[in-house]
């Protein structure tokens, strides 16, 4: 695309984002409890159209070149992005569940499945890729280090007898096999020349071998131009992929080329960007910047002098906490200062008559209202809907004004290419200069001030007044101990390498982590079946939960703060395949603090709190991080099995929900649990410690269909019509994806990648390896989802689906009693 396709894109953005702006303000209403479906419909398109602009905002972020363009668009994009993870917030709240049927949304605003993928911005691995770079590197050099320790406990060393014994018995099994070959070969031509000798006894006429000939060639010749008029026709219906897959790859290549090339001219421009701004704001600050600070000293003094004439006083100068001078400048005018304090006078006067009525009796009334209020509080929570207030809204709104006022009408000829605008700049770097000096003023102009109310009123300077603060509740969080402060990072790190807490994840794409969307979620809700959540819809919610609030810390700001999540679900459905996912597209760094992990690894408990203190210490230092927990049931044991009592699992459980409540909304740490068995934990201190609860099952009809052609095409296999993945698909009901992966690998061997061109691929060849495996019974499945119900989110949604068939039962009632 060119630089103009990105421009009419970017145009079209904002118009979908001022229609979505407009519609903001009425969600902020209460909503009654009998409009919930209606306010479900509401907070559900909204959430498909914000996930549109992601994607639009993402592509253009990527591809555009002009560097003052791309800064507006990396707010409006982590804006955005701020704003699906509230929105996606508020859908769990008003549905009461993490999944969400969206198909009939989707049909009636007309969009695909694929609108329902999360996009993963590309600047998340882009531009960390340096600060990824250097850490690796010193991980690398620090594993470097304890390497050889590790090396001569994991390779012993052989005797040469033994060694001399090795050889030989490959060697002579290498002969067998050639020997078993030779022979094999030479029965063959046998049976060839047996085959020869009884064929030549039953010998044809001329004739009759000619219409034999015939009737052969004309029959492969009908066969073959039938199939190829069927191909034609699954082709052109979309049924099958085109057979010019070497001309596709050649176009995607040099797409991709482009996208590169894009990508160097960003930097070449964003260089000269940064030269350019700093040679602007030095030569505003030396040719503007004695102006500006003269005209702001006289402003101050008349402002000085207006406000003793209307006041008779000098006022206190602000704070530089508060602004200082710039509150001056604020749009007010000495009318309106007089104002305000004649307010204030006022208000203190009926203060002080308020407080000389009786103490008692206020204190009697005052707790009768707070009571009043929180009853009427609980009753308005509980039937009434409303969205929670915004911080990303401010941030698309100033955006959105930003592209209004200097960008809409700007036309490419006038940057051909695609350089900086220099006026812009010039007003950006002139506001910083005005800061600057502003401080500086403000400096000079207190002490003019103190010898103004000296020189005119005779008072001493009174101390500038700062904002109390309210008595209460004390809302800020004690600050932990560093029991490390007198060791380096460095030494830290090494510990954690060399316990293996601190581990090198490997490279797994949330992408491949393959599953479909459900289609008839909608339809279940209709029937009061509640549906289970499909793979797709797991992916969905990693990629919110986890990709978009670690890969950047401008989002994670603005998005609710969730510390911790929990991956339920049978053995083999890829839960820790989620997890590395998750370190992979957000560059983060993985802690295994899972028990088998621990065990035999600081006793006691002041080695636990160390422990803990050491890995939330690092993680925060090498942010971002995941923090992993495999078979988190055990922390929580109800009752530890004789088998794990010398583990002890439950001794980090304390000290790991203390480090938790300490994370900041600025901490990009993420607690990640993985369990197959919930049911053995206790419920409470589970639920406590992990914020979000994700049911991972396993995959159904469409999923398991997308699954098997997906792990075939990238063991090196040929989907062809012989090939019913369909009957696979049938077949596999229950088996995990894991399951799936096991008999794909087992069925493609070497061997058989080579002869595919010989004997196509057929679905009874993985039947016998599938069979060898396990499957996930329905009995575990049902107790895994009782259990799900049995947490805060499912007792509820369980509670609003009693209420809803009991609504519906009474409306058939009243409708049989009419008849």
């Known amino acids: 695309m060119s630089e103009g396709a990105y421009?009419?894109?970017?145009?079209?953005?904002?118009?979908?984002?001022?229609?979505?702006?407009?519609?903001?303000?009425?969600?902020?209403?209460?909503?009654?409890?009998?409009?919930?479906?209606?306010?479900?419909?509401?907070?559900?398109?909204?959430?498909?159209?914000?996930?549109?602009?992601?994607?639009?905002?993402?592509?253009?972020?990527?591809?555009?070149?002009?560097?003052?363009?791309?800064?507006?668009?990396?707010?409006?994009?982590?804006?955005?992005?701020?704003?699906?993870?509230?929105?996606?917030?508020?859908?769990?709240?008003?549905?009461?569940?993490?999944?969400?049927?969206?198909?009939?949304?989707?049909?009636?605003?007309?969009?695909?499945?694929?609108?329902?993928?999360?996009?993963?911005?590309?600047?998340?691995?882009?531009?960390?890729?340096?600060?990824?770079?250097?850490?690796?590197?010193?991980?690398?050099?620090?594993?470097?280090?304890?390497?050889?320790?590790?090396?001569?406990?994991?390779?012993?060393?052989?005797?040469?007898?033994?060694?001399?014994?090795?050889?030989?018995?490959?060697?002579?099994?290498?002969?067998?096999?050639?020997?078993?070959?030779?022979?094999?070969?030479?029965?063959?031509?046998?049976?060839?020349?047996?085959?020869?000798?009884?064929?030549?006894?039953?010998?044809?006429?001329?004739?009759?071998?000619?219409?034999?000939?015939?009737?052969?060639?004309?029959?492969?010749?009908?066969?073959?131009?039938?199939?190829?008029?069927?191909?034609?026709?699954?082709?052109?219906?979309?049924?099958?992929?085109?057979?010019?897959?070497?001309?596709?790859?050649?176009?995607?290549?040099?797409?991709?080329?482009?996208?590169?090339?894009?990508?160097?001219?960003?930097?070449?421009?964003?260089?000269?960007?940064?030269?350019?701004?700093?040679?602007?704001?030095?030569?505003?600050?030396?040719?503007?910047?004695?102006?500006?600070?003269?005209?702001?000293?006289?402003?101050?003094?008349?402002?000085?002098?207006?406000?003793?004439?209307?006041?008779?006083?000098?006022?206190?100068?602000?704070?530089?906490?508060?602004?200082?001078?710039?509150?001056?400048?604020?749009?007010?005018?000495?009318?309106?200062?007089?104002?305000?304090?004649?307010?204030?006078?006022?208000?203190?006067?009926?203060?002080?008559?308020?407080?000389?009525?009786?103490?008692?009796?206020?204190?009697?009334?005052?707790?009768?209202?707070?009571?009043?209020?929180?009853?009427?509080?609980?009753?308005?929570?509980?039937?009434?809907?409303?969205?929670?207030?915004?911080?990303?809204?401010?941030?698309?709104?100033?955006?959105?004004?930003?592209?209004?006022?200097?960008?809409?009408?700007?036309?490419?000829?006038?940057?051909?290419?695609?350089?900086?605008?220099?006026?812009?700049?010039?007003?950006?770097?002139?506001?910083?200069?005005?800061?600057?000096?502003?401080?500086?003023?403000?400096?000079?102009?207190?002490?003019?001030?103190?010898?103004?109310?000296?020189?005119?009123?005779?008072?001493?300077?009174?101390?500038?007044?700062?904002?109390?603060?309210?008595?209460?509740k004390k809302t800020g969080k004690k600050k932990e101990k560093d029991l490390t402060s007198d060791r380096s990072m460095d030494s830290l790190f090494e510990e954690l390498i060399g316990f293996g807490v601190l581990k090198k994840s490997e490279t797994v794409a949330l992408k491949d982590f393959v599953g479909d969307c459900l289609y008839l979620g909608s339809t279940l809700n209709l029937a009061n079946k509640l549906p289970m959540p499909s793979l797709f819809d797991v992916r969905q919610n990693v990629a919110l939960y986890g990709v978009l609030r670690l890969g950047s810390p401008d989002i994670h700001s603005m998005a609710p703060l969730i510390r911790s999540i929990l991956l339920v679900g049978p053995s083999g459905v890829g839960k820790r395949m989620l997890v590395k996912a998750v370190c992979t597209e957000t560059g983060a760094n993985l802690f295994d603090l899972s028990p088998d992990n621990l065990q035999g690894k600081y006793p006691g408990k002041t080695g636990v709190q160390m422990l803990v203190h050491i890995v939330f210490k690092a993680a925060r230092y090498l942010q971002p991080s995941v923090i992993w927990i495999g078979n988190a049931e055990k922390n929580f044991y109800k009752r530890i099995p004789k088998e794990d009592k010398e583990m002890d699992p439950k001794r980090i459980k304390k000290d790991l929900t203390k480090a938790l409540r300490q994370l900041n909304p600025g901490d990009r740490v993420m607690l990640i649990g993985t369990t197959d068995r919930p049911q053995v934990a206790e419920m409470k201190g589970l639920c406590r410690t992990y914020e979000r609860v994700l049911l991972v099952p396993r995959p159904d009809y469409a999923s398991r269909y997308v699954l098997w052609k997906h792990m075939i095409e990238a063991r090196g296999g040929q989907v062809t019509q012989k090939l019913d993945i369909s009957a696979l698909a049938k077949v596999s009901d229950g088996y995990t994806p894991g399951c799936i992966l096991q008999a794909v690998h087992a069925a493609l061997t070497e061997r058989r990648l080579l002869r595919l061109s010989k004997r196509p691929l057929v679905a009874s060849e993985f039947l016998g390896h599938l069979a060898k495996l396990e499957p996930v019974h329905r009995e575990e499945e049902e107790s895994l989802k009782d259990w799900y119900f049995k947490t805060p989110l499912g007792k509820r949604r369980m509670e609003l689906s009693k209420d809803q068939d009991a609504a519906e039962e009474a409306k058939l009632a009243k409708e049989k009693k009419r008849k």
């Open 7 to 472: 421009q009419r894109l970017w145009d079209s953005s904002h118009l979908i984002l001022q229609e979505l702006l407009d519609q903001e303000q009425p969600l902020l209403q209460p909503v009654p409890e009998q409009e919930r479906q209606s306010f479900q419909y509401r907070l559900s398109s909204l959430y498909l159209y914000y996930l549109g602009l992601l994607r639009r905002f993402d592509t253009l972020y990527d591809q555009m070149v002009q560097p003052q363009k791309r800064r507006l668009l990396r707010r409006l994009l982590d804006g955005v992005a701020g704003r699906v993870l509230e929105l996606k917030d508020d859908l769990v709240r008003a549905d009461l569940c993490e999944t969400h049927c969206l198909d009939q949304v989707l049909q009636d605003l007309k969009l695909t499945p694929a609108d329902l993928e999360v996009p993963i911005p590309k600047y998340f691995m882009l531009e960390q890729s340096s600060a990824l770079r250097d850490q690796e590197h010193m991980l690398a050099e620090i594993l470097s280090r304890l390497e050889p320790v590790y090396s001569r406990r994991r390779f012993p060393v052989l005797h040469w007898t033994e060694a001399i014994i090795l050889l030989q018995s490959a060697e002579r099994a290498r002969q067998g096999r050639l020997r078993a070959t030779f022979m094999r070969e030479i029965r063959k031509e046998e049976e060839r020349d047996r085959k020869i000798q009884e064929e030549g006894q039953n010998q044809f006429n001329q004739d009759e071998a000619a219409v034999t000939v015939q009737k052969v060639w004309k029959g492969y010749l009908q066969r073959k131009r039938t199939r190829q008029d069927r191909r034609t026709e699954m082709e052109f219906i979309g049924m099958l992929p085109s057979p010019n897959q070497v001309e596709h790859l050649g176009i995607m290549y040099q797409a991709g080329l482009g996208e590169e090339v894009r990508r160097l001219r960003q930097l070449e421009k964003e260089e000269e960007f940064q030269l350019a701004m700093v040679k602007t704001y030095d030569s505003l600050r030396e040719t503007e910047g004695p102006y500006i600070k003269e005209k702001m000293k006289e402003q101050i003094r008349q402002w000085f002098i207006e406000c003793h004439a209307l006041t008779g006083r000098f006022p206190d100068y602000p704070d530089e906490s508060s602004g200082g001078s710039y509150l001056i400048f604020a749009d007010k005018t000495p009318e309106q200062v007089k104002m305000e304090l004649e307010v204030q006078v006022q208000e203190s006067k009926k203060k002080d008559q308020e407080k000389s009525k009786g103490k008692e009796k206020g204190k009697k009334e005052k707790k009768k209202k707070k009571g009043k209020e929180a009853k009427a509080r609980k009753g308005e929570a509980d039937t009434t809907l409303k969205v929670s207030p915004s911080k990303s809204v401010p941030v698309i709104n100033a955006g959105h004004e930003e592209y209004t006022n200097l960008w809409k009408n700007r036309y490419e000829s006038l940057h051909p290419n695609q350089s900086f605008d220099s006026e812009t700049l010039q007003v950006e770097k002139r506001k910083e200069v005005e800061q600057e000096i502003r401080i500086q003023v403000d400096e000079l102009m207190r002490q003019e001030l103190k010898n103004l109310r000296l020189a005119v009123d005779r008072e001493e300077g009174r101390p500038s007044k700062a904002p109390k603060k309210k008595a209460g």
